[in-house]
């Protein structure tokens, strides 16, 4: 292996510790706890675990998690409520809604119904509006992209001035992603499923952000020598010699690409646990902007 790898759980320790440290100092000061409300409709499995896993980070990290769950038939109506009496709520900081929502509501009209100052997902339009605007800021940085930039600038890589390669062009990843590279100067190429000669694009990149979900589709020959790799992808590959029958593996062919890159992310244990470290410094700062500092 050349590359070297980026601990993304070790870095997301690190947060969550600086992050549990700032609400230990605020509740020590007398100030409330920051509050978390999490919104999940209907059943998925796994949009349960996610709302789960970020309950339980709340509640180490010192902070409050309020859990709201509607039926999967919840009207727009029930969900809009909601989130409206979310808004009102001192005691709630930041609101989660887990995506995606069932098809038969508008995710648009609900996400856009959270107040920005309680927005720590990140996907109103109103902050993603700001984040795609030259000298403009956005209260909160979505997730998982805020994450994939942490990693690069805890790894000391370059970003200004570098070219930069993203796959994908998701609201909630991709595109995301491209914005923040490019206010941070670097040159940005977005690939999405028409994008002609992938291989060849991916090769001009000294940094990728790959956020495809196809399971290691990025070979080590599309790899630029000394690129930095973050691997967004989650999927599920057979592997009999697991008691669950898979194993977690990214859109790229981790060993292939580790024999190529500079820097890269393994799945799991890159991207994934900085999702969560990011939601629980956005909700911190939230808690801070309500409170006027
Ligand atoms: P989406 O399905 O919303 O978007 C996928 C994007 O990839 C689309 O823009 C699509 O193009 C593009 N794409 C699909 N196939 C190809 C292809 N063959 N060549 C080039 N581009 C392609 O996915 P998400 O952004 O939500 O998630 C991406 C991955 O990241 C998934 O594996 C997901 O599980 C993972 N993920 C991980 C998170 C974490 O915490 N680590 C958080 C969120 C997601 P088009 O727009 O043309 O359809």
């Not at 706890?33 to 309950?55: E, F, I, M, N």
């Not at 970003?159 to 940005?188: D, F, Q």
Request: glycine share 10%.
């Amino acid at each position: 292996m050349t590359a070297q790898l980026i601990d993304g759980k070790l870095i997301a320790q690190q947060v969550r510790d600086a992050v549990a440290v700032e609400v230990a100092k605020r509740t020590a000061a007398g100030k409330p706890k920051p509050g978390l409300a999490t919104v999940l409709v209907g059943d998925r499995v796994d949009s349960a675990t996610y709302v789960a896993s970020k309950q339980k980070a709340c509640q180490e990290l010192g902070m409050d998690s309020f859990h709201n769950q509607l039926p999967g038939d919840a009207t727009q109506e029930q969900v809009e409520a909601l989130v409206k009496r979310l808004n009102a709520d001192p005691k709630v900081n930041g609101i989660l809604v887990q995506l995606p929502l069932p098809s038969h509501l508008n995710e648009e009209r609900v996400l856009q119904l959270i107040n920005i100052e309680k927005d720590v997902d990140g996907f109103s339009p109103i902050n993603i509006g700001r984040l795609a605007q030259k000298g403009r800021d956005p209260l909160f940085v979505p997730c998982t992209p805020y994450g994939c930039i942490y990693l690069l600038e805890q790894a000391g890589v370059k970003i200004e001035g570098a070219n930069a390669v993203v796959l994908g062009r998701s609201n909630i990843v991709g595109m995301p992603a491209a914005l923040l590279l490019i206010g941070k100067n670097a040159t940005v190429t977005v690939c999405h499923s028409r994008t002609r000669d992938l291989p060849g694009v991916v090769r001009q990149a000294d940094i990728l952000i790959a956020a495809i979900g196809k399971m290691e589709m990025v070979r080590g020959d599309w790899i630029k020598p000394g690129a930095a790799v973050i691997d967004v992808g989650i999927n599920s590959k057979p592997d009999a010699t697991r008691k669950s029958g898979y194993r977690l593996v990214g859109d790229v062919n981790f060993d292939e690409a580790k024999e190529v890159a500079g820097f890269i992310t393994p799945v799991p244990g890159g991207v994934g646990p900085m999702t969560i470290a990011m939601l629980m410094k956005n909700t911190l700062r939230a808690a801070q902007i309500q409170q006027g500092e």
